[in-house]
């Protein structure tokens, strides 16, 4: 396993158990992630802020990696997120990727491409 696939799963573990701690120990100090929809979230304290949300919309929110791979400073990781939006109660289904550029064994920026599933796709990707 490279050490890029290591951090990426250093990075699922950290995020699946909802550690801020150690899901920031992955991370540059002015690292970059554009979500999905093409916002721009930059340096410690907004990337922070932005997990912390998401572990408080999604108290169960998890992601299971189906695939990994990386080398040379770069990463990509597939996988489905699912969890239950704290404050409607309906689950959420999102399955995509995370191109990740990997510096000093660190992530300097994720590009998610994740996108959320209807109820029909939601229950064919359980298969």
Do not use: W
Request: glycine share 8%.
């Amino acid at each position: 396993m490279s050490r890029e696939e290591e951090l990426i799963r250093r990075y699922f573990d950290a995020f699946n158990a909802h550690d801020i701690e150690a899901v920031m120990a992955c991370f540059q100090e002015h690292a970059v992630i554009i979500d999905p929809a093409g916002n721009r979230i930059e340096g410690d304290a907004q990337v922070r802020r932005h997990y912390e949300a998401s572990f408080r919309t999604f108290p169960d929110g998890r992601c299971e990696l189906r695939t990994c791979t990386g080398s040379s400073g770069h990463g990509l990781a597939e996988s489905v997120f699912h969890g239950t939006r704290a404050k409607e109660g309906n689950l959420v289904r999102a399955v995509g990727a995370e191109v990740m550029e990997i510096v000093d064994g660190k992530i300097a920026e994720i590009r998610d491409s994740h996108r959320v599933l209807g109820a029909k796709e939601a229950a064919a990707s359980l298969s």
